[in-house]
């Protein structure tokens, strides 16, 4: 990369407090930016003018997300003066409002920091509509993840399978760009695990795409009463007084902690005291939680789906059949039996070159 970068990240959502794990975008900024780039967030949101007399006229209320002192954002927050519904078209009314709300930000950004180089769009919910604007309207050109607009200049998929399903959906080409973890999570010396206790872990919402029923039913079946053998489930979620109750059912409850949420802090120390990262999901678009784990020297147990299967190797962990309880207690089983051949620092590595930050910066910009 031979030049500093500014990319203009567009986003409508940011994380929140209680957010673990960050969003994707957020990823990928601090990513780029600890490799040189000048990025900022532009972040938009919008209330009507009842809402924000209602919360006091307090923008922060209306903007509630966890601000970071190494992140610059722009905040475009769109107050709708008028109730929409008075309006002809309401939704060409809205979408008009934002838009000249961003333009007016845009103008101030551009002023003060300069016209960035690259405009970048993560995901294809909301908001896409203004990215486009502000491509055209102020001739930036579009490195976007708007996988539904043909005419971008580039498109991303973060892993091979979703390449090669966006291609087959939308009929264009796109590239390989995966999710990223940032340098704070990976460690060179990785913790030492203590050897009175093998302990098992899990860090994600509690629902039924995660599937952690089927993980506590497979440390039951071959764990229990086995009082050196412990699981943590982290992660807050519908189902977690369900998982409370099953593991009560199944007699585990003195061995699997079913934790509920834990800040980004927490989940770094629980898998520096954690042996191995068991995920028993139904899918996954990539599975970041899987190399947040590698990062720090530990093996992954995980049901072999898109995403994870492009992820995990023989140095790195294993395989299971998604769904499949005996093979996901066999992996299990085996790991603990064959854990002591898992070099900690070989597996950081195995994930480093694929998903730290120079991976993204070498999509984006290359060799240079």
Request: glycine share 6%.
């Amino acid at each position: 990369m031979k030049t500093e970068p500014h990319i203009l990240f567009v986003s409508s959502w940011y994380p929140t407090p209680k957010t673990s794990q960050g969003t994707f975008v957020q990823m990928h900024l601090l990513a780029l930016q600890s490799r040189g780039c000048r990025c900022t967030l532009f972040l938009s949101a919008e209330s009507t003018f009842g809402n924000y007399l209602r919360e006091g006229a307090n923008r922060e209320k209306l903007l509630d997300y966890q601000k970071r002192p190494d992140v610059n954002v722009v905040e475009n927050l769109v107050i709708h003066m008028w109730p929409l519904r008075w309006s002809r078209d309401p939704i060409e009314r809205r979408k008009r409002n934002i838009l000249t709300a961003a333009r007016n930000k845009m103008e101030d950004y551009i002023e003060e920091e300069g016209r960035p180089d690259f405009i970048f769009h993560h995901g294809i919910f909301d908001f896409c509509y203004l990215t486009e604007f502000l491509s055209r309207e102020f001739d930036l050109p579009d490195v976007s993840r708007i996988e539904f607009v043909k005419n971008a200049d580039r498109r991303y998929a973060a892993t091979k399978a979703y390449v090669a399903k966006m291609e087959e959906v939308f009929g264009v080409d796109f590239e390989l760009c995966p999710n990223v973890v940032t340098d704070e999570f990976f460690v060179d010396e990785p913790a030492e695990r203590s050897k009175d206790y093998f302990q098992f872990v899990n860090v994600a919402i509690l629902d039924e795409r995660k599937n952690q029923r089927l993980l506590i039913e497979a440390f039951a079946n071959r764990f229990r009463d086995r009082e050196d053998y412990r699981l943590v489930v982290a992660g807050d979620g519908p189902l977690r007084p369900a998982l409370l109750a099953l593991t009560e059912e199944l007699g585990v409850s003195e061995q699997v902690d079913v934790r509920g949420f834990i800040n980004r802090d927490q989940v770094v120390e629980l898998l520096d005291e954690s042996h191995v990262f068991v995920l028993a999901s139904r899918a996954e678009t990539f599975g970041v939680v899987v190399v947040e784990a590698m990062a720090r020297g530990i093996p992954v147990v995980s049901s072999n789906i898109d995403g994870t299967r492009e992820i995990i190797t023989e140095e790195n962990g294993l395989l299971f059949p998604p769904g499949d309880k005996v093979a996901m207690g066999d992996a299990m089983e085996w790991m603990v039996e064959h854990y002591d051949e898992y070099t900690p620092h070989d597996i950081v590595e195995s994930v480093r070159s694929r998903f730290g930050p120079d991976a993204v910066v070498k999509v984006l910009f290359g060799d240079d």
